[in-house]
Each structure stands twice: as C-alpha cells, then as structure tokens.
C-alpha cells in the first residue's frame, strides 16, 4: 500500500518565526505533490502545488520536492495566528490523480 | 463562482441505515472525487466519477457506492451503516486530473 507519512507531532512556533514541515512517500510513480490546510472543523484548502524537483515558493509559503529521496516539505515564513491548522501533504497515486494524503501536521503559532 | 458546495452538512444515522451524500462540483470542473476522513486521520480515497462512470476506487467494500450525473453532480451512497462509517466525507471537484477543491464536506455520526 502507498503510504505518505508525516511524523512530526504538534509543531508550535511564535509569531514571525518559520515553521518546517516534512512528509514523505512510498510510491516512486508519485508526479504531482500538493499541501493542504485545515482548519478545526473545516475541509482541506489547497494552498501549494509542486512536480519538479526544487523549490517553488508563493507569498509566504515555500514547497521543497527531492524526488529522489521522495521528499517534500513545506515551510511557512513569517508565521501568523492564522496560520494555526493542520496541514496535509497529499501526492497522486501511480499514474491516477487520485489522491493519498498524510495524518497531517498540526501548527500552531503562539502571538 | 460557486465553489463546490455538500448536502447535507451533518447526518445522524443508526447502524444498518443507509445514506446518500449530495455534491455539486465547483463550475467547469467535470470530475469528482469522493474522499472519508475520520478524526485525526488524513482523507482517505473513496472513488472518483468523470464522465458518469466510475473511474477509480480505492479500497472500500461494495457497501460504498456512487453516481454521477450528466450535469457532473455526484451522490455518495452507503448501505449497511457500521459505527466505523462515522467520519468527514468530503468531496473533491477537478477538470478531469486537475487539481481538486474540497467541498465543505458532511459530517456523518452513525448510532
């Protein structure tokens, strides 16, 4: 079974600080990585996208892709209260845009 | 625009009932995705409908089935309610495999 793992337990960071989170993946055929953020009893937004290797970086949000360690991370600079959610990191399965999504990383930003 | 938009919001069923979940797909987007999320855990892939068929599916019994209709609106259908069934179902609209938009999903509490 394709599995994405996120292991990082709750990751509290203050105000204006970067937060860093990691996942990994099983599936070699994996082409499309993507981060989610959910927020307490909401559904996932899709705030970054990536399938290349290499950094793709949109306002305060970078997403890193190391296809060859299978790899894909996402950092927050200059963290908000209202970055406080869960986020998912989420990659296609095989050749389908299927979805397989991580527990999630909960991130909570202290003022 | 609308977004992709769930009904019903929160369901309370017992065991044994069956259900039908309702979703509408974010305008242009022709494929849908059915994802359950239960707490604390990251969605988990149901199937997927494009063009009134089902494309793809994951690994859920046959209890779990679905349409989708010539406008590209979907139902979600589950008979034989286990308390186990109790979760986030979340729906997910792409342009064929485009990125996919969640919906504000409908939260299922089976008695």
């Known amino acids: 079974q394709k599995e994405v793992e996120q292991n990082s337990g709750p990751l509290s960071v203050p105000e204006g600080a970067i937060a860093s989170l990691n996942c990994t993946y099983s599936d070699r055929v994996s082409q499309s990585f993507f981060w989610y953020r959910q927020y307490s009893g909401k559904s996932p937004e899709l705030i970054m996208s990536?399938?290349?290797?290499g950094d793709k970086e949109d306002g305060r949000f970078t997403a890193q892709l190391n296809k060859a360690s299978q790899y894909v991370s996402l950092l927050i600079r200059d963290s908000q209260p209202s970055d406080s959610a869960t986020y998912l990191c989420?990659?296609?399965?095989?050749?389908?845009?299927?979805?397989?999504f991580g527990k999630g990383n909960q991130v909570v930003v202290i003022p | 625009d609308a977004g992709v938009t769930q009904s019903p919001t929160h369901l309370i069923k017992t065991r044994g009932q069956q259900v039908t979940l309702r979703c509408s797909p974010k305008s242009g987007h022709d494929t849908v995705s059915w994802y359950q999320q239960a707490l604390g855990q990251g969605p988990q892939f149901i199937f997927q409908?494009?063009?009134?068929?089902?494309?793809q599916r994951g690994n859920f019994p046959d209890r779990f089935s679905g349409h989708q209709f010539p406008n590209y609106s979907s139902e979600l259908n589950v008979n034989a309610l286990l308390l186990g069934d109790s979760a986030l179902y979340l729906c997910?609209?792409?342009?064929?495999?485009?990125?996919?938009?969640f919906g504000p999903g409908t939260r299922l509490t089976v008695l």
């Open positions: 989420a990659v296609t399965e095989g050749g389908n845009n299927r979805l397989a």
């Open positions: 409908y494009y063009e009134e068929e089902e494309r």
């Open positions: 997910a609209s792409s342009l064929g495999g485009g990125l996919q938009f």
């Open positions: 990536i399938y290349s290797n």
